[in-house]
């Protein structure tokens, strides 16, 4: 018999949680039982239409039927240049400062095999998107989970951080606009952390998948912080800007000698995102400030229509400033994963359990804003019939606003 055993390092990686959820949806559907997915954070609405038109333009041009370059091509860098000037304040320098990724999850995942040797430490928020501690791992390096709780606004708090330190510690992930809580993090905490991790000579890697998914102010980048050019790298994506999650395009911005290392990790492993998707992208941040309004409208109508169905079913739950998620808090003595399990049993809605994201994630669930208002509306009205938090244990004034 070939040994065909996966690598000590796949193997590590936590076992595929939503495993017996998916099971129970195929079963439910296979009898005909209606499912209302509200657990995947993938839009439900088109690519617009210009953007298409780009590409398909592009597409016929035999000069991007090759291979890309590892970087990217220079008119997107350049586009992208221009477009993160007028939105940050941040002057970069198309060629050394940005690098084209296959997906902004691509370079989050390869960068710490670009930047971590072997014993090495990365902090990882918990809750957090898996990807961060996945790429540590098979970098061989270890991640360390720092909490991010509701007390604090799902920001970590400093001393939190730096009791996690020690001189194997070289980076730290953040992500704000965050996946799951829908937290932002205001300059003031970035000023703090910019301020820390000089002093500990750590660098910031900072997940801006979301930036352009708010509700109120429109976030910073960590890079306009003063000091933090030097020791930061910014992931940036257009699949939740564009709805282009299946076409994978994303960018890294940030310090020259963090995006080189990547870039040249990446000539390694793939040969460039394709150039048809990286024009068609790059000009859709022309169209930003007509379509990023629009499609914000959109997000709230639905955020809104989501916290007034929790809110009424007296689900205690934060409202999330960006991104697309609702992360609400469960019955009080349920385990998130079999409150999950006991609503799509009784209703067919599908949530997310909290614990998705880590430990720290017990005790809260996460609703993905990625499908019609009246579809948020009917779940909501579906979970009213389970009345789940009308137990005697939870008074309504635990309620957050
Ligand atoms: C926090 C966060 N970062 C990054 C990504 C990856 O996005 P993409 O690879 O499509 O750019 C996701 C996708 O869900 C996400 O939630």
């Known amino acids: 018999m070939p040994n065909l055993e996966p690598s000590a390092r796949l193997s590590s990686l936590p076992r595929y949680l939503f495993a017996e959820l998916e099971r129970k949806r195929a079963e439910a559907e296979a009898q005909g039982r209606e499912v209302v997915d509200l657990s995947i954070g993938d839009p439900d609405l ?31 860098r350049a ?30 995942g390869h960068f710490p095999l670009a930047f971590l040797n072997p014993g090495d430490e990365a902090l990882v928020p918990d809750p957090g998107y898996p990807v961060y501690a996945a790429g540590a ?60 991790a000089a002093k500990r000579d750590l660098v910031i890697a900072s997940d801006a998948a979301y930036s352009e998914l708010y509700y109120d102010d429109p976030p910073p980048s960590v890079l306009d912080i003063p000091g933090a050019r030097e020791r930061t790298i910014e992931f940036h994506s257009f699949s939740k800007t564009f709805n282009m999650t299946g076409w994978r395009i994303g960018f890294a911005a940030g310090a020259a000698p963090l995006v080189d290392s990547l870039v040249r990790f990446k000539a390694n492993v793939d040969s460039g995102a394709p150039q048809a998707t990286q024009i068609a992208a790059a000009w859709g941040l022309s169209a930003l400030p007509a ?6 409208g959109v997000y709230r109508e639905r955020r809104d229509a989501a916290l007034d ?20 808090r ?22 997310t359990p909290g614990t998705g ?5 017990e005790g809260y669930f996460r ?35």
Not at 159 to 182: A, F, I, K, Q
Request: hydrophobic residues 40%.
């Open 46 to 76: 088109p690519t617009p239409r210009p953007i298409l038109d780009r590409m398909a333009e592009a597409a016929s041009d035999p000069a991007n039927h090759r291979y890309p370059s590892s970087a990217g091509m220079p008119a997107a």
């Open 330 to 351: 469960i019955p009080e003595g349920e385990r998130s994963m079999d409150f999950v399990t006991r609503v799509f049993e009784a209703t067919g809605v599908l949530l």
């Open 291 to 296: 379509h990023g309004p629009a499609l914000r």
């Open 137 to 196: 791992v098979f970098a061989e390096a270890t991640p360390v989970r720092y909490p991010i709780s509701e007390s604090s606004g799902f920001l970590p708090e400093i001393r939190d951080l730096d009791r996690r330190v020690t001189p194997r510690t070289r980076m730290v992930w953040v992500n704000y606009p965050n996946n799951p809580t829908g937290a932002t993090a205001p300059r003031a905490f970035y000023e703090e952390l910019i301020a820390w």
């Open 357 to 361: 994201f880590g430990d720290q994630g």
């Open 309 to 328: 169905g929790l809110r009424r079913l007296h689900c205690p739950v934060p409202t999330p400033g960006g991104a697309f998620f609702v992360w609400g």
């Open 367 to 401: 609703v993905a804003l990625t499908a019609p208002v009246e579809v948020i509306r009917r779940a909501l009205q579906k979970l009213e019939a389970l009345t789940p938090w009308r137990s005697p244990n939870v008074s309504p004034s635990a309620a957050i606003r």
């Open 79 to 108: 586009q992208i240049a221009a477009w993160f000037e007028k939105r940050f304040g941040v002057a970069l320098d198309p060629k050394r400062e940005i690098g084209m990724l296959i997906g902004s999850k691509e370079g989050i």
